[in-house]
């Protein structure tokens, strides 16, 4: 496995100003030495000024978040980091790698969830290089490397979860997002480890039932709710009523024997829980002691 070996090339500024110097005193004293019949030393100062031009094809920039990968004659001697106008081997070549944050969205992918109900899903996956080495000589094209295992992760991750948990103790992907997020980002990183990338964040950006099932899903969510709702209904009605005989109980207002007493449940659950309006009837029979 090749790993990324930073390389601090010769600042460019002293040699920008340096190179073009020598090969204008070179020049000079090629003429000079033709001019005054010396030929040997004219052919070595000849030689001496074609080098001096072949070393101002070692120039390069480097952008702020951005390394050149530097190779010679097809093997990796190195990566420059620095920012600037740099210098180096002209022989070497020189391949731009960005390590800047980039942002990644995957398609909307059709899956098949842990309930085998088939989901629209999609994901952000946040990234940038951190071994440029690995990047470019560990995958074809580390770009297109992302692309690709960034679906697959997701493809796996959305068939282990539930799209809704019917049990409170189980994780879904629209309950748990947070909990889904981190564990889509860890299997990310898990795949683009090899081609010296960093996942900076992963999370969900649309969920949704496939369309074929989506009228029938919304269903049963707004049964579930319904039935959720009558629940708390019933168990604070309930309370209420045992409240109430308490109290009755307590200050003596009534006694009520067994018979009564059902009755009285009976007509309070009716009211508390009906989803109605109660209509009042007075009762005006005679009291009998």
Known sequence: MIREIRRTPLAGIPMLVALPLAIILTGLAM???????????????????????????????????????????????????????????????????????????????????????????????????VDTAEAMFEVDDYKNYVGVQSESALRSLATGYPYDAHDSSQQSLSGNTAEVSEKLKDEIQERLGKAGVEVIEARISHLAYAQEIAAAMLQRQQASAIVAARYKIVEGAVGMVEHALEMLSKGKIVELDDERKAAMVSNLLVVLCSDRHAQPVVNTGTLHN
């Open 31 to 129: 003429i000079w030495a033709f001019s005054g019949g010396q030929i040997v030393v004219g052919l070595i100062l000849t030689a001496a000024v074609i080098v001096e031009c072949i070393m101002l094809g070692g120039f390069f920039m480097v952008a702020p978040n951005e390394a050149q990968v530097l190779q010679l004659f097809g093997r990796y001697v190195g990566t420059a980091r620095e920012p600037g106008l740099r210098w180096a081997n002209p022989f070497y070549g020189k391949r731009k790698v960005s390590v800047r944050v980039r942002n990644f969205e995957t398609p909307k992918l059709k899956v098949n969830d842990n309930h085998s109900n088939p989901i629209e899903i999609a994901a952000v996956v946040v990234w940038r290089v």
